[in-house]
């Protein structure tokens, strides 16, 4: 698996760049706004994903590591090629695909080119919880990048609360929380449970 390039760019087009390492040129599909970030001679580092077919090998890169995790999300998606996982990414950010997942909102990913409806809502459906180690809906105003922040926002959802909701929640408790209390994942799942009360509890279907 090629991970990682970093080398020269000696070709540049509107969807794709060639990466120099070494002498040998990797051909590499990027996002319209990776490739307007590059020039010719340029020193370029993509994090980098090998889709592996009988005839042909595809290298696709992103500029953040965040932006190629959800590339792999979306893969798992059925329905959901490279291409057309390129192309959300193409129109959509990352905060903006997580917000979509967690208000179960499939109006952005129907704007991609080459996503339907169905496969619209299935990104929607499939993806649930599963952003939240990515960045958290952009109305909780902050990135949930800790594997344990994560684990929590992803055990609320598992308990019934809406992504968006329990995201808000969990990004409270660790902003006002004194950190003697936040060491682990059972005690801030206490603390945001609390915090949450029955009476606010929504279903994570909407």
Do not use: C, N
Not at 17 to 45: E, K
Not at 106 to 129: E, H, N
């Amino acid at each position: 698996m090629i991970s990682s390039l970093r080398g020269t760019a000696s070709h540049v087009e509107t969807d794709a760049v060639v990466v120099d390492v070494g002498g040998v040129g990797f051909a590499v599909a990027v996002t319209p706004q990776v490739a307007r970030g590059i020039h010719l001679g340029d020193t370029v580092s993509l994090h980098t994903y090998l889709i592996v077919r009988e005839d042909a090998l595809a290298l696709f890169g992103f500029s953040a590591r965040e932006e190629l995790t959800v590339f792999t999300q979306l893969l798992s998606v059925a329905g959901v090629g490279p291409k057309s996982a390129l192309g959300v990414l193409a129109t959509l950010t990352v905060p903006q695909i997580a917000d979509a997942v967690a208000s179960d909102d499939d109006a952005p990913f129907r704007r991609v080119s080459g996503i339907g409806p169905k496969t619209a809502k299935l990104i929607v459906v499939q993806l649930a919880g599963k952003l939240a180690a990515v960045v958290s809906s952009s109305s909780a105003g902050a990135t949930i990048a800790a594997p344990m922040t994560a684990q929590v926002v992803q055990a609320l959802v598992g308990l019934g609360w809406s992504e968006r909701i329990a995201a808000e929640a969990v990004a409270g408790v660790m902003e006002a929380a004194p950190a003697g209390q936040t060491g682990s994942v059972a005690s801030v799942l206490r603390l945001t449970l609390a915090a949450l009360g029955p009476a606010r509890r929504e279903p994570s279907d909407g």
